[in-house]
């Protein structure tokens, strides 16, 4: 496996002199801050990046700023700061999406990159949705280097086998099957810190809802105060009683390690959870670990797409357009998608540099109903997404779903998401 990435990194770094060319290596020297929360176990996939762009410009200093914390949950905020400080860093980490539109964009930080998409032949290599959704009437404004599915269920075969269970197709086998788990000693459901109770709310609403009504709860025509939403929390509290009681202590690699090691059944997650498995616990899809959409969502593909912009005011924005450069070519993204369980943001990536894991999301990308998720952005702003992070943390707290269906009414008229 190793020797694979060797090779791999090799045949990337040649293709990548090919796309740079020898100008690239042109004089471009000083430093350049990528700010992420791809720290740690998250880290290999943009090291991977980050090495081809070392090799290309030798002369620039990259200074890798990551801050921990999954799904950006204090990046996020440090982010914030810093925009606002008037101190941005020379590319960021933000989610396609509203996270990016409604966020920064709307802010007046960002610079237009239509140009760079237009001279680097992007607007025919990326999907025309994707594009749409980095962009607005005025611009396009950031690269997207991935799209991860959040609607996953994971879980270890050898183990399942053992206690007689199959993967459940919808919350109801679901619900069947956990007290037995429960009498064996088993968590039937690992969950982690409040904001992967997020993460587990998207895909059970996605399945109570379905994708239509999914679709509607964001372009405001579905009231969060409906009988549809009401249901989507009461289902999310039966599925809750089935999770362990430590969660909001642990990280999302803590609840993965959980199925791993058998303690738990299973785990709703993003493929970053496959990456992790791959890559940080070398464990081979199939074989090692199972998947499934989560119940409920056969069919339909929720996604993400994690991308890099270049801020107003950047301090090395030379270096910064190369880097936004790598990130959106193929040698880029094939270096980077593999190792981080995510696949290609672009159409003519090369599919035998990913494993079956990610070969089978490519599929399901290709022929699923694509829906945007919220608890990476896509649907909502971030104000929309601190104050549900504040419903969550009530509802994990009181359980009525009354209360967080009308608070959730009271967070999108707030955040403008009403209409
Ligand atoms: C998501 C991000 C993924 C992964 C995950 C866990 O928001 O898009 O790339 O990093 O958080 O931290």
Request: proline share 4%; hydrophobic share 45%; glycine share 10%.
């Amino acid at each position: 496996m190793k020797c694979f990435f060797k090779t791999l990194s090799i045949v990337l770094l040649l293709s990548l002199t090919v796309i740079i060319g020898s100008s690239s290596a042109e004089e471009l020297s000083g430093e350049l801050e990528i700010f992420s929360w791809w720290a740690g176990d998250e880290g290999p996939a943009l090291e991977a990046l980050i090495t081809l762009y070392k090799a290309g410009y030798p002369k620039v200093e990259v200074v890798n700023a990551t801050i921990t914390g999954g799904s950006g949950i204090n990046a996020k905020a440090v982010l914030k700061t810093r925009m606002l400080g008037g101190n941005p860093p020379d590319s960021f980490q933000v989610h396609a999406g509203q996270e990016l539109i409604g966020t920064w964009v709307k802010a007046d930080r960002m610079e237009d990159l239509t140009g760079l998409f237009k001279e680097s032949g992007w607007m025919e290599s990326f999907p025309q949705d994707l594009i749409k959704l980095l962009g607005t009437d005025k611009g396009i404004w950031s690269v997207p280097v991935n799209i991860h599915r959040s609607n996953v269920l994971w879980y270890i075969p050898a183990n399942l086998e053992k206690w007689g269970i199959d993967a459940p197709e919808n919350w109801d086998d679901f619900l069947a099957i956990a007290p037995k788990l429960k009498e064996q000693g088993v968590v039937p459901l690992a969950l982690a810190t409040n904001w992967t109770a997020n993460h587990l709310w998207e895909s059970v609403a996605l399945s109570s809802l379905g994708a239509d009504k999914w679709d509607a709860l964001w372009s405001g025509k579905l009231d969060w105060t409906s009988e549809d939403v009401v249901k989507a929390w009461e289902l999310f509290g039966k599925v809750l009683e089935f999770t362990n009681e430590d969660a909001s202590s642990l990280s999302w690699q803590q609840a993965t390690d959980m199925v791993v090691n058998g303690q738990a059944a299973f785990n709703v997650m993003g493929d970053w959870a496959a990456g992790y498995m791959s890559t940080t616990l070398k464990m081979e899809p199939k074989k090692d670990y199972g998947w499934a959409a989560s119940p409920g969502t056969e069919g339909v593909f929720m996604f993400l797409a994690d991308s890099f912009g270049l801020p107003k005011g950047a301090p090395h924005r030379a270096n910064t357009l190369a880097w936004l450069k790598l990130l959106g070519s193929k040698a880029g993204s094939d270096a980077f998608n593999p190792l981080k369980g995510s696949i290609s943001a672009r159409l003519d990536s090369d599919l035998s540099l990913y494993n079956v894991y990610s070969q089978s999301a490519a599929d399901d990308f290709g022929k699923n109903r694509i829906v945007g998720s919220l608890a990476h952005g896509v649907v909502a702003n971030e104000g929309f997404m601190n104050d549900f992070a504040t419903v969550m943390g009530m509802f994990l707290k009181s359980r009525n779903p009354q209360q967080a269906a009308q608070a959730g009414q009271a967070i999108a008229i707030q955040n403008g998401m009403d209409e």
